[in-house]
C-alpha cells in the first residue's frame, strides 16, 4: 500500500513512482555493521483489490494464521542476522496491517520483545515490566471483540502513543481508513505503534470507488480525525494524484483538507497504471483512458506549492513533513541502512551487496515456514523461500545517484569520491553537464546536484543520465 520497497525499482519519477537522516556516506560504506538495521514486516491481506495495485497481498484469508506463524518464525529464526540491541525502526506495511487482530499484533509485538528486537518499556507501571505468551488460540477469543487502551496484550512493551515513544524506535503501522474504528484505535494506542501511516488516496467518493478503495470520502476524513483524537502525534497520509477521475479542483480540495487535518506527513504519489492490475487491463482495453502526463505535472505543482507554503519540508520527490517528522524508516531506504524484511513478499538488503526478497505468495510461504526449525533450514530453503541478488560497484553507485537525487539533500561529488572513487564522481559530474544548463539542477557551485522543480519532474532521466551501465 505504501512506500516500500523503492529501492528495488528503477520507476522513480513523480509521474511513475510506484509509490516506501543517516549519513548516506557511512552507509554505503564497505561494511554493513556501521548502521543498525531496521526491520520491515509485511502483512500481506486486503480487504478488496484497489483497481491500481501491485502489491503482493491476497483477499484470501485461508492462510491467515499460518501466514502469522510464520512470519513470528521467521523473526525467531533470523534474528541473528542482525546486531544485538534494539532495532531503530520497525514498519508493518502491506497489505493491510491495519487488518490485524488485536491478539496477532499482539503475537508479533510479543515475538519482537522476546528476541529482543525492541527495548522494553522504562519501568512506569509494574503491569508493564512482564513479558506474557500470546498464544494463537487467543485470537479466536478477542476477535471482533471491543479492545481498550491498556487491556494488557501489549505487556512489558511501551505504549507508542505517548509522547516519548518515538524516543526508543519508530514503530509505523499502515492503516486503512475503514479499519480505524474506536475499538481498533484504541488498541493500536495501546501497543508500541507510535506512527500511522493512513491510506486516505483521496477525501473524494468519485475517486474511491474509480480505484475500488474499500473506504468512503467521510471514513477518510473521519480516520485521520480519531486518531488525532486518541493521541498518536506522527501521521502520515498517503494521498494519490492525477487520477483520471480527479479533476484539478478536487485535487486541490484534497490537499486542503489534508494540511487542515494537521497530520504531520504526507506523501503523494502518482496514479500508476500497472499492465497485470484491473485499472492496466482496463486501459490496455480501452475501456479507460490512459493517464495524462500534463495532468501529473499540473498535480504536482499544486502538491508542492501547496505543501511547501503550509510549511511542509519537500524532503523527498514524493515525501513532505513538517519539521522533525521525515519518516525514519524510509529515510533508511534511501540512504542505504540494512534492512530486513520479514513475510511474504518482503524485501531484505543488508547494508553492502546482498538484497534479498521472500516469495509473493502466501501459501508457499507458511507451507515452507512449518518446515523450518533453524537458521540451517532456512538457509536451505534458497530458491523456493526466497531469492537474492548481488548488487555490482555500479548497481551500487546507480542507486546512490537515484535515491540521493530524490532527495533534498542531494548528491554531493565529495561523498562519490570518498565511496566510488574519482573516475565515477568525474563521470556523473560530466553527466550533468547538460542538465545543469538546461536549469533541471539547482546552483551546484558547492558540489552538491540537488533537482530544481523543473528537474523534479525529469527525476528519472537525470539520474539515468548519471548511471554507468
Ligand atoms: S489496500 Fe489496496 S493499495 Fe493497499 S495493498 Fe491492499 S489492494 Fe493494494
Request: avoid cysteine; aromatic fraction near 6%.
Given at each position: 500500500m505504501s512506500p516500500r520497497l523503492i529501492i528495488h525499482s528503477f520507476n522513480y519519477s513523480p509521474i511513475h513512482d510506484e509509490r516506501s537522516e543517516h549519513s548516506p556516506a557511512v552507509a554505503l560504506s564497505t561494511t554493513h555493521y556501521l548502521l543498525p538495521t531496521i526491520l520491515y514486516i509485511h502483512i500481506p491481506f486486503c480487504k478488496q483489490a484497489c483497481s491500481y495495485c501491485n502489491f503482493h497481498f491476497s483477499?484470501?484469508?485461508?492462510t491467515r494464521d499460518a501466514v502469522i506463524d510464520g512470519i513470528c518464525k521467521e523473526l525467531r529464526t533470523r534474528r541473528g542476522e542482525l546486531a544485538d540491541g534494539p532495532v531503530p525502526s520497525v514498519y508493518f506495511g502491506g497489505g493491510t496491517p491495519s487488518l490485524l487482530t488485536e491478539v496477532e499484533l499482539g503475537r508479533i509485538f510479543a515475538t519482537l520483545q522476546e528476541y529482543n528486537y525492541l527495548l522494553p518499556a522504562?519501568?512506569?507501571?509494574?503491569?508493564?515490566t512482564a513479558y506474557k505468551t500470546i498464544r494463537p488460540q487467543d485470537h479466536k477469543n478477542n476477535q471482533g471483540g471491543a479492545a481498550g487502551a491498556?487491556?494488557?496484550?501489549?505487556?512489558?512493551?511501551?505504549?507508542?502513543?505517548?509522547?516519548?515513544?518515538?524516543?526508543?524506535a519508530e514503530i509505523t503501522l499502515e492503516a486503512n481508513p475503514d479499519d480505524l474504528d474506536e475499538a481498533t484505535i484504541a488498541n493500536l494506542a495501546a501497543s508500541p505503534v507510535n506512527r500511522l501511516s493512513i491510506g486516505i488516496q483521496s477525501f473524494f467518493e468519485e475517486d474511491l470507488r474509480f480505484m475500488n478503495r474499500a473506504h468512503s470520502a467521510g471514513e477518510a476524513r473521519a480516520a485521520v480525525e480519531k486518531v488525532n483524537r486518541a493521541g498518536f502525534h506522527d501521521v502520515s497520509i498517503d494521498l494519490i494524484y492525477?487520477?483520471?477521475?480527479?479533476t484539478n479542483e478536487m485535487w486541490a480540495e484534497n490537499l486542503r483538507i489534508a494540511t487542515d487535518l494537521g497530520v504531520n506527513h504526507i506523501s503523494a504519489y502518482a496514479l500508476t497504471v500497472e499492465p497485470k492490475t484491473a485499472l492496466g487491463v482496463n486501459v490496455a482495453k480501452g475501456k479507460i483512458a490512459d493517464t495524462d502526463d500534463a495532468k501529473f505535472q499540473r498535480h504536482f505543482d499544486m502538491l508542492v506549492n501547496h505543501l511547501t507554503a503550509a510549511?511542509?519540508?519537500?524532503?523527498e520527490i514524493s515525501n513532505f513533513c513538517l519539521p522533525g517528522h521525515e519518516s525514519r524508516h524510509n529515510s533508511g531506504y534511501w540512504s542505504g541502512q540494512p534492512y530486513l524484511g520479514i513475510g511474504p513478499g518482503a524485501h531484505g538488503f543488508d547494508g553492502n551487496r546482498t538484497r534479498r526478497w521472500n516469495v509473493s505468495n502466501n501459501a508457499a510461504y507458511a507451507r515452507a515456514w512449518a518446515e523450518i526449525t533453524s537458521p540451517a533450514d532456512f538457509a536451505a530453503a534458497d530458491g523456493f523461500l526466497y531469492d537474492a541478488e548481488i548488487l555490482t560497484d555500479n548497481d551500487r553507485y546507480n542507486e546512490y545517484i537515484m535515491t540521493g537525487l530524490r532527495r533534498d539533500i542531494g548528491v554531493s561529488v565529495e561523498d562519490l569520491t570518498r565511496l566510488f572513487g574519482a573516475e565515477k564522481a568525474r563521470h556523473f559530474v560530466e553527466s550533468q553537464l547538460g542538465n545543469v544548463a538546461a536549469g533541471?539542477?539547482?546552483?551546484?557551485s558547492d558540489g552538491t546536484y540537488r533537482l530544481s522543480r523543473a528537474g523534479l519532474m525529469r527525476a528519472d532521466g537525470v539520474a539515468g543520465d548519471g548511471f554507468v551501465v
Open positions: 483477499t484470501s484469508m485461508k522504562t519501568p512506569a507501571s509494574p503491569q508493564k491498556g487491556n494488557g496484550l501489549f505487556p512489558g512493551l511501551q505504549a507508542g502513543s505517548r509522547p516519548e515513544g518515538r524516543g526508543t492525477g487520477g483520471q477521475t480527479t510549511g511542509y519540508r519537500h524532503y533541471l539542477l539547482q546552483d551546484v
